[in-house]
């Protein structure tokens, strides 16, 4: 397992730094909070950022692809996490491309290279409850003459209004089915307004028809490759909150540095010091999680699962820690909205719950270890 | 075939044919093998081990040939270890001279000092201990008071140390003394390197809250230390002390890997106790266990990570004070979770009511908490942590 960075990932880290420090700042995450669009991220950006080639990278050449892998990928999601920056990487890109890529057919591949080219955009639909679990969905598919009806409803689809189509998992043939449906009218979406001032929506599916070219790979036995996009999207997402918690952890080291308190810089308090050492320590172990888990996903190791699980586990826990400590040692500074502590810290809290909090994947770890 | 694969091979091969089956197993306790003018085997494959990898020169892999070393480079090195961690060998020895002094003499000692020293560790003759730790300065070291004073040809040693692991088992003692009583105190301190068998020198055991123990309260009294036996320079000891301290932390750490039931499975071990009569508890310690497991491999990662950072080149500064202080809590939160597991047969103490493994345990639980002592406490990792890696600023009541 290769745990460090090589020079291309690096490269491409630098890159990525250097685009959003410059296009899109936490500032213009701000700015998109108090002035939302239909979909709360900023489209010329996210072209800018297709044009620079992120949608490919985790994809072979012949798809047009760069085949870069997932640890370039996860210095994209890194160096987003830090700059707090909001772009459909993550359900277009990694879910739905993952997904497509495991299960289309040579006509459903149009919509994968479309995808990667950024001409389209897909959300995956997947959540009906107030957690994430995959493996009790109740939205049905049945099976009829010339296609199939769908009905239930969907939460928290990311990136779920206004995009170019869904994928949608249901229960179908005693398993799990999953859908392309390309956007219509028929389907109620609903915007849900959340913290992090994302785009999230509700769908409900009432007797939707769908064609038979709607289903990908075969009825009833997708779940295997469900979890694995999911999987892949866990550590994508593990790794964008580790940048954020690295944004928040500097701030914080930065300001011990400078304010002062009883005639010291607070920095030099022994309570402070210690609980700052303590979050760097997991901040390093946090680290660990993430690259090993990217690691397993570019090796496709049969370990990604629980590596996965390992990654977004840790990383919820250590956000919470980060996060917490980073308003406490503001003071209260750090509960004001002028900070952007606040946008961290509410992002940080979408992120944990998105595809499985703690709780989730401790129990997902202990089921999967031999 | 690059030479770090054929390197590779050659290892694998000499490995296999030299390292006992009986001893691809983790060490129980008991069964270390610490080298010194007494090495004590308890089966003859030890000792077969033992031999070999002396002769093979590889005790210290990496150090010069002209000191008896294996003269590997750091690749070769980690290769070595690789392999052995892969055939589960045990370590044929272990010593705090190889892995504390050692690395200072190298850089520090003289040419006859190297010479005088460095060959007997290399071949496993000595055995070494840490003369830090006094009464009155522990996590405060500089503050030690044991004197050595210039007799012409001579230092005359008085005062005494505490903590000192295997005092009474070593043959020469590496100890922080002052030569200097009126310099500021980090600047009047030396390393001296001491002969436990001279006249004048007293180990007395300690006892433990988890039993008899090796570590000792040694006592100076007018105990003559020959002028060649200072390393670096006079009053020069606390830089030196403090880079012997880096190797302590980093062969802490390691220290875990060796000997059971540190670094144990604790789901397996756990499982042993917990089909027991099912109790309220059992869900909430199974989340616990499960926690501590993930937190354990989240550590292990980081070992891997950082091995791999600094082969690539990059600096790991405050890496051992990271590991020493995350390794040493893990063990003690494991061993508090299994002794959870456990219920009433962890609270065993002596005789046949409770089984060795059980006794084992429960004392290996009470030592744990040595660990987060010994060699640097966590809140003194905490310290290194914030001011040399974090930069946070110093606050001038404390150094
Ligand atoms: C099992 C064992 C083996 C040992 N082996 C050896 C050996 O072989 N050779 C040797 O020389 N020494 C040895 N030691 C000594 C060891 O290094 C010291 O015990 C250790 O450095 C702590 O010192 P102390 O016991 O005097 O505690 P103290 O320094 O008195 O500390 C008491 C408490 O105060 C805290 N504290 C102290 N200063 C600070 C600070 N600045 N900030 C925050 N908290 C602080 C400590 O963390 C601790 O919790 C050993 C100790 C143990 C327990």
Known sequence: MSMVYSEDDRMLADTAEEFLSAQSPVAAQRALRDKPTAVNFDEKIWQQMLELGWGAITFSEDLGGLDFGYKGMGAIFEAMGKHLSASPMLSSVTLCGSLLQQLANAEQQTWLTAIISGEKRLALAVDEHARHDPDSMQTTATTVVDGFVLNGKKTMVIDGVSPDGWIVAAQHNAGCSVFIVPFSEQVKVKRLNLIDARNYAELTFNDLKLPAEALLGDAGNSLKALQQALDLGRLCLSAEMLGAIKALFDTTIEYLKVREQFGVKIGTFQALQHRAARCYVELELAQSCVIAALSDADKADANLASSASLAKWKLSKVADLISGEAVQMHGGIGVTDELDIGLYLKRIRVAQMCLGDADYHQARFAALAP | MSELTEFRQQVRTWLEENCPMSLRTPTPDGELIWGGSEVNFTFDDQRQWFNSMRDKHWFCPSWPTQYGGGGLTAQQNSVLESEMRRLKCRPPQINLGIWMLGPVLLEHGTELQKQ????????????????????????????????????????????????????????????????????????????????????????????????????????????????????????????????????????????????????????????DYMPAPHSASEAALVNKAVAANMEEQAYNLTVQRLGAEMQAGQSCFGLMSIMKLVHTEQEKIKFELLLDAMGYRGLGWEDDSFSEQEQAITRAWLNSFSQTIAGGSSEVQLNVIAKRVLQLPENKGVS
């Open chain 2, 116 to 271: 005088q020293f460095l060959t007997p560790m290399t071949r496993g003759e000595v055995r070494w201990c840490q003369g830090f730790s006094e009464p009155n300065a522990g996590s405060d070291l500089a503050s030690i008071r044991t004197s050595a004073v210039d007799q012409g040809d001579h230092y005359l040693v008085n005062g005494s140390k505490i903590w000192t692991s295997y005092g009474d088992k070593s043959d020469w003692m590496y100890a922080l003394v002052r030569t200097d009583a009126k310099a500021p105190k980090h600047q009047g301190i030396s390393l001296l390197l001491l002969d436990m068998h001279s006249q004048g020198v007293q180990a007395k055991p300690i006892d433990l809250i988890s039993g008899k123990s090796s570590f000792c309260e040694v006592f100076f009294d007018n105990v003559a230390v020959p002028k060649e036996n200072l390393i670096g320079e006079l009053n020069g000891g606390w830089k030196l002390a403090k880079e012997l301290l880096q190797h302590e932390r980093s062969a802490m750490s390691k220290f875990g890997e060796f000997q059971l039931p540190t670094h144990f499975d604790l789901m397996s071990l756990m499982s």
